[in-house]
């Protein structure tokens, strides 16, 4: 039982569209990251927030942008979909005082077209 | 960006075999070895990990194995079950987990 939960699990959108993609991590999980997982790949880190401040980013383009809220949930936005926007996205959370240990979401599937 | 090398991409197994993953880093100042493990659907689940002042940690069925000198280590999974049938990725960093670098991964498929 991971206790962090995506949402959607699955999406579709074309060119061009704009997304939110959601996570909800337990409570004392402050710190909150989001990794793009391509097909066959493994994991590439997108950014990192930290009491609703971002922490640290990836080389990810500014279209790329995110938020925290108090209550341990998160969101990751997506401008401008591009078709290798196409990926799995996972959130991942790390509990107060057990900062080497990310527990990951199933994530979120998108689909561009 | 911290180069983090992984071998074999895929490896099949008998079950009841011992299956061996590689990883090859580049930063000196990762001090925290991990391997994930990730089934089809789900997200990558912390398997086991090490700190650089040991050469070896056993859990059960999985051992790390750590060569500083050599920047390497690796998982070896004893008595391979069909359970384990994953993917499984290294992710290898320094101080708390803020960035982590992923290896590319490895698909192991225990055969029973």
């Known amino acids: 039982e991971t206790g962090v939960t995506q949402s959607p699990t699955h999406l579709i959108k074309t060119r061009g569209q704009q997304v939110t993609l959601r996570c909800s991590s337990q409570?004392?999980?402050?710190?909150v990251s989001w990794y793009q997982q391509a097909l066959g790949q493994g994991p590439q880190f997108i950014f990192q927030y930290y009491r609703e401040e971002e922490n640290g980013r990836g080389n990810f383009p500014p279209r790329f942008s995110g938020l925290q809220f108090p209550n341990y949930s998160s969101e990751l936005n997506v401008n401008a979909l591009e078709l290798d926007d196409s990926a799995l996205y996972l959130c991942?959370?790390?509990?107060?005082?057990?900062?080497?240990?990310?527990?990951f979401g199933a994530g979120s599937r998108l689909t561009v077209l | 960006q911290q180069q983090v090398k992984q071998s074999p991409q895929s490896l099949i197994v008998q079950k009841g075999g011992i299956s061996i993953i590689n990883c090859a880093y580049e930063?000196?100042?990762?001090?925290?070895f991990p391997w994930y493990q990730q089934f089809p659907g789900k997200g990558p689940a912390l398997l086991i990990a090490?700190?650089?002042?040991?050469s070896e940690k056993k859990e059960g069925r999985f051992t790390i194995s750590f060569n500083k000198s050599a920047k390497q280590f690796s998982l070896h999974i004893m008595d391979s079950q069909p359970g384990d049938s994953a993917t499984y990725f290294c992710a290898p960093h320094s101080g708390s987990a803020r960035q982590l670098t992923f290896g590319s991964g490895t698909q192991l498929t225990v055969l029973p």
């Open positions: 090490i700190r650089p002042d040991v």
């Open positions: 930063n000196t100042a990762f001090d925290y």
């Open positions: 991942a959370s790390t509990r107060t005082g057990s900062s080497n240990v990310l527990t």
């Open positions: 409570s004392g999980h402050n710190t």
